[in-house]
Structures are given as C-alpha cells and as structure tokens.
C-alpha cells in the first residue's frame, strides 16, 4: 500500500469518526430538549375594583387606551362613602384612589403603567362594592405560557432558571428562562405548564410579535446527565458563537 493510499485511509477513517462523533452530540443534545405542545405570549394584568359601591359619572379611559401610574381612570358618586363620611368614619386618599368628602365622590386611578385590556362599566354604570370595572395589561411585563407532555423522567429533568428557546412567528429566536412549572398527570405522563420570562419580549422592535395570545414554539433545555453532558455543551456553545445553531 503506497503512502498516498494510507493517507486517504486515514483521512477517510478520521472523517467517519469525527461524523459519528458529530451525530453522537447532535443526537445528545436531542435527548436534553423538549418542545412545547403549545405556547403563546401571556402578560400579567390586574383588575380595578370599586372599594365603594356607587355610580359612574367619569369615564376617562376605553379599551386599548395607555395609561400611566396616577392617571385618572373612573370616577363614581359614591353614597356608601359619603354614608361613611356622614358617621365620621375617616375616608383618605390613597394611591389607587382620591376621594372628595365635599361632593361624596371617588375617582380611581392607576397603579402601574399599562394598557386598558377590557372596560366592565361605563358611564351610567352602577357597581358594589369590591366589584371589578377595568382590566389593565402592565406594561413590559409579556412572558411566555408553555404546554409540555412529558415522561416522568424528564419532567425530573425540568430546573427552574434553565435555558428556554422562544421560536417567534417570523422565524426570530429569543431566550428565554423557566420561571414557574405547574404540572398534572395525564395518562402516567407528565402535563407540565411552564412559564418562561424573557426580557427581549418587551423589545419595543417586537411589539407585533409580543402581544398577548400570539402563538410561538418554547423549546426548554433539560438537565444533562449523559456521559457528553460537558462535550454537547461546549460544542453547542461554540456553534452558538458562530451563528449556527
């Protein structure tokens, strides 16, 4: 066998190995990921609610308006108030609200800065006390509500912090990292919902692709236990660096 033909067979010999050690990690790293069932944009909320019963006589804001803390948001005639005014029950002004002993009025407001989800009451309205007249969507606060079904053993797998890729509609990926895992068991398998917090979802840049229900892939890195848990890693990381994977 002349060199040139030992050469080849080595060279061919070391490229099968480097294919299969490629595919070895590749294969891995498979087993250390999961992707979501179904996933979509969530975003923390809160509602407004009448501390006293009365009467809508204010209507400062509708749907989809945005609001700052302290902006004015209803104001209501309130007799439950001005009932408790009346016995000398001392009524203040707090954060959420400003009252006017003199006129027997309450106007509330916001508390944090959003957008106005869903209006319950409007002008005219009457509401109880404790009842809810507004929705507001907090502002910078999107994340990612995420469906898994998956087998006890990797549901194991699942850590809080762990790395979470966010596949957006135009094909973008974000990271993303488990914050929360609710589970329940379907069929001795796990049906785990997870939920992923990303600050590169508040990116004004993808303002329509963060909104509240859009549809997205969550793929969640699972602990790695296998011998190459170091090997996939580091490979997986240099090809990260280089814009392939």
């Known amino acids: 066998m002349t060199w040139t033909n030992r050469l080849r067979l080595v060279g061919g010999l070391l490229g099968v190995l480097a294919l299969v050690a490629v595919l070895t990690i590749i294969f891995n790293q498979r087993q250390t990921q999961a992707q979501s069932l179904t996933a979509?944009?969530?975003?923390?909320a809160y509602d407004v609610g009448a501390g006293?019963?009365?009467?809508?006589?204010?209507q400062d804001v509708r749907e989809n308006d945005?609001?700052?803390?302290?902006?004015?948001?209803?104001?209501?005639?309130?007799?439950?108030?001005?009932?408790?005014?009346?016995n000398k029950v001392k009524v203040k002004s707090?954060?959420?609200y400003t009252v006017d002993?003199?006129?027997g009025t309450i106007t509330y407001l916001a508390t944090v800065p959003g957008q106005v989800d869903e209006v319950r009451a409007k002008l005219g309205t009457t509401l109880t006390g404790g009842q809810s007249f507004a929705r507001i969507v907090v502002t910078g606060s999107q994340f990612v509500r995420a469906q898994y079904l998956l087998t006890p053993r990797d549901y194991e797998r699942v850590q809080k912090g762990a790395e979470v890729s966010i596949l957006l509609p135009n094909n973008q990926k974000?990271?993303?990292?488990?914050?929360?895992?609710?589970?329940?068991?379907?069929q001795g398998n796990a049906a785990a919902e997870i939920r992923v917090d990303s600050p590169a979802l508040t990116d004004p840049t993808l303002s329509t692709l963060t909104r509240t229900g859009t549809p997205v892939v969550a793929t969640v890195r699972l602990r790695d236990d296998g011998p190459l848990a170091g090997v996939?890693?580091?490979?997986?990381?240099?090809?990260?660096q280089i814009g392939l994977s």
Do not use: C, H, N, W
């Open 40 to 44: 979509t944009i969530g975003t923390d």
């Open 52 to 58: 006293y019963g009365g009467t809508v006589i204010e």
């Open 66 to 86: 945005v609001v700052a803390v302290g902006d004015p948001l209803f104001t209501m005639q309130s007799p439950a108030m001005a009932a408790d005014v009346a």
């Open 94 to 96: 707090t954060e959420a």
């Open 101 to 103: 002993t003199k006129k």
């Open 174 to 186: 974000v990271d993303g990292t488990v914050s929360t895992v609710k589970v329940a068991t379907e």
């Open 232 to 240: 996939s890693d580091s490979a997986f990381a240099f090809l990260r």
